[in-house]
């Protein structure tokens, strides 16, 4: 499974769109994007995930590059509640995740 | 509640006892993973199974550690001889087979070895 890397913290003003990226250069063809973010002591929740398309729920848009090699999740309008962290993860047939580090993300009032 | 159920919440344990954790997942999802995460760390991967059948064991998940899904649909993860480094919160997640199916997780079991 291909190696993610995110920054490790960001700030949003409550009411922006939270844009986070998320660098995946090495996936492969059939790894999907996910992700997840975590509220202190909660299991982690799913957001969104996509393979070549962009894609959106009523959670957030994910966005992913023609070249697949990195994506971004937004949130058009953050809330208190989506500060969490947020994880990024490429996984493949098995659906193991491997978490990294993740981004803090805080949103400001 | 239909989400996936792990049983106890909270366990608090002395050193050396034995401790066993549950997961009930969502109906019919055949996979399910278990992880561990400590404070400041994302979670790690322990072990995952399809059906009844354990495909994966992490070299995190020593001798000591053992999970079974017996029957495929419930599971248990049981810690042996547990020392405290094995504090953490332990968490599972299932899904269905298949690309591109997302894992639901549990609210997880924080276990505390004093």
């Known amino acids: 499974d291909a190696k993610t890397t995110q920054p490790t913290s960001m700030d949003c003003a409550e009411g922006r769109a939270a844009n986070l990226p998320c660098n995946h250069s090495?996936?492969?063809?059939?790894?999907?994007v996910y992700w997840y973010r975590q509220i202190h002591s909660q299991g982690p929740q799913y957001i969104i995930h996509?393979?070549?398309n962009n894609e959106t729920n009523e959670m957030a848009s994910l966005i992913i590059t023609e070249d697949r090699k990195s994506s971004t999740l937004i949130l058009p309008h953050a809330t208190l509640r989506d500060t969490a962290v947020y994880y990024c993860?490429?996984?493949?047939?098995?659906?193991?995740?491997?978490f990294g580090q993740g981004t803090t993300l805080q949103v400001k009032p | 509640d239909t989400g996936v159920s792990q049983n106890p919440r909270h366990k608090i344990t002395k050193r050396g006892q034995n401790v066993t954790f549950r997961c009930d997942p969502i109906?019919?999802?055949?996979?399910l993973y278990w992880y561990r995460q400590t404070l400041g760390q994302g979670p790690e991967f322990l072990t995952y199974?399809?059906?009844?059948?354990?495909?994966?064991k992490s070299r995190l998940l020593s001798d000591r550690f053992s999970a079974e899904r017996p029957k495929g649909s419930f599971s248990t993860l049981e810690i042996q001889r547990t020392e405290q480094g094995d504090s953490a919160m332990y968490l599972c997640a299932s899904s269905l087979l298949g690309r591109g199916q997302e894992a639901f997780f549990g609210q997880g079991t924080r276990l505390t070895v004093v």
């Open positions: 109906s019919e999802h055949n996979r």
């Open positions: 090495t996936i492969s063809g059939n790894e999907y």
């Open positions: 993860i490429a996984i493949s047939n098995t659906g193991k995740l491997i």
């Open positions: 996509g393979l070549k």
């Open positions: 199974f399809q059906n009844e059948a354990q495909l994966e």
